[in-house]
């Protein structure tokens, strides 16, 4: 089956440690996403890449980081520079160009304490 | 930069009844994609229909129809026949035409049916 895994699905951590959210696709999709979650608030855009080797930072980047040296994988770091990190983290991907929806996956909720 | 609104943080409807949820948006663009997601307690996001701007006519998929109005810059999502499986948050996004794919999301509405 084709789609978009993330794991964990819930992660804990303690305040002042990195930690690496995965996020592998199967669709052959070029363009790869992450989008954070908060409530009462829709998704906002952390980073973005569209190509291997190549991403972009999208509305709220300060305290994140990612690499993208496969095609099929965008893994997000979360730093301790991120001042509020606890939140659902959704991992997208689509097919560049247009009219390409984006599909999710299936989400990791971090909680750092 | 562009901005999405969704005025209505909840709604409800009563089973098989139509529901509209209300969605605008500012831009100073005139070729763009609107699309409303939904997720369910999951929250696994789910696209549920999508309407290119330069299309007058309103997009439909099966129980799922949106009025589209360009000149207001609103795009309202309509759930007839509402069902159960119906109940979720609803998001509305936009993303430019061309481009990179970036989507901008609303707040949501959460949606409730009661049987």
């Known amino acids: 089956d084709g789609g978009i895994t993330q794991s964990p699905k819930y992660l804990f951590r303690k305040e002042g440690q990195n930690v690496t959210l995965s996020c592998e696709q199967n669709?052959?999709?070029?363009?790869m996403y992450w989008y954070r979650q908060d409530p009462g608030q829709g998704l906002r855009l952390i980073y973005y890449?569209?190509?291997?080797?190549?991403?972009q930072k999208g509305d709220i980047a300060e305290g994140y980081s990612v690499s993208r040296e496969k095609k099929e994988s965008f893994p997000l770091t979360v730093t301790s520079a991120q001042k509020n990190p606890t939140a659902f983290y959704l991992c997208?991907?689509?097919?560049?160009?247009?009219?390409?929806?984006?599909?999710f996956g299936p989400g990791t909720r971090l909680t750092v304490t | 930069a562009q901005t999405v609104t969704q005025s209505q943080p909840e709604m409800s409807v009563q089973e098989a009844e139509t529901v509209t949820l209300s969605c605008t948006y500012d831009?100073?663009?005139?070729?763009?994609?609107l699309f409303w997601y939904k997720q369910p307690p999951s929250r696994q996001m789910i696209l549920v229909i999508r309407q290119e701007a330069y299309k007058q006519q309103n997009a439909t998929e099966n129980r799922f129809s949106v009025n589209f109005q360009k000149a207001a810059k609103s795009f309202s999502l309509k759930i007839s026949d509402s069902q159960l499986g119906d109940a979720a948050m609803y998001f509305c996004?936009?993303?430019?035409?061309?481009?990179?794919?970036?989507?901008?999301f609303g707040t949501g509405t959460r949606l409730t049916i009661i049987p």
């Open positions: 996004a936009y993303r430019l035409y061309f481009g990179n794919e970036k989507l901008t």
């Open positions: 997208a991907s689509s097919m560049p160009g247009l009219g390409y929806e984006q599909y």
């Open positions: 669709l052959n999709h070029d363009a």
């Open positions: 831009t100073s663009e005139s070729d763009y994609y």
């Open positions: 890449s569209q190509i291997v080797n190549d991403f």
